[in-house]
């Protein structure tokens, strides 16, 4: 004696499908650098700091050539207070205003990601150069204007003498975080 599938199993077996396949798409791992396209602008959601942000689809990009001071409490603050001799406090103080900066550049906007030899770093953050749609260079743009320190990480290395150029004129025009209080 065959049962039939009546016509209501047959909508919760469709249902209990495309539940499992709704999970299954929300539960995969952001995209990977080899998942953008050359020319494809994705949207800023949030600048996590000074040289790190967050894209709409969850991808974290950390800016090639640019560091920034610290404003989260961490081991890396810490380290940088020691070398600098700088007190923990004006370090942040001076991220908050580098991550200030980089908010005003590119918060909320499209950008274009362009990679280097190494595509993610430990963390699985996307390592790249970032491009607004006006072509706005936005990691030479947080160099030029004093809010980093170059910091050259081979392999990636394409732009390094440009951003140490760069670095080297926003000293001497005591821009951005070189200001004689304020000093990197």
């Known amino acids: 004696m065959r049962k039939q599938i009546n016509f209501k199993n047959i909508q919760i077996i469709a249902l209990i499908a495309a539940s499992l396949v709704y999970l299954g798409i929300k ?4 995209l990977s650098a080899s998942a953008f396209a050359k020319d494809e602008y994705r949207l800023v959601s949030q600048v996590v700091d000074g040289d790190t942000l967050k894209l709409s689809g969850g991808d974290r990009v950390r ?13 890396k603050l810490l380290s940088d207070a ?6 923990i406090k004006s370090i942040q103080e001076s991220g908050r205003k580098a991550s200030s900066f980089t908010k005003g550049l590119c918060g909320g906007k499209k950008i274009r990601l ?32 004093g809010y980093a320190q170059v910091m050259t990480i081979p392999p990636n290395v394409k732009h390094a003498e440009y ?20 000093n990197l």
């Open 27 to 30: 539960s995969l791992p952001p």
């Open 63 to 75: 800016l090639i050539g640019v560091d920034t001071p610290e404003v989260h409490y961490s081991a």
């Open 82 to 87: 020691k070398k600098s001799s700088r007190n």
């Open 114 to 145: 362009e990679f280097d030899v190494e595509k993610e770093d430990r963390y699985g953050r996307l390592l790249a150069y970032v491009y607004l749609e006006d072509g706005t260079f936005v990691n030479a743009r947080i160099i030029e204007e």
């Open 163 to 182: 951003f140490l150029r760069l670095q080297k004129e926003s000293r001497e025009k005591r821009k951005g975080l070189w200001t004689a209080n304020d």
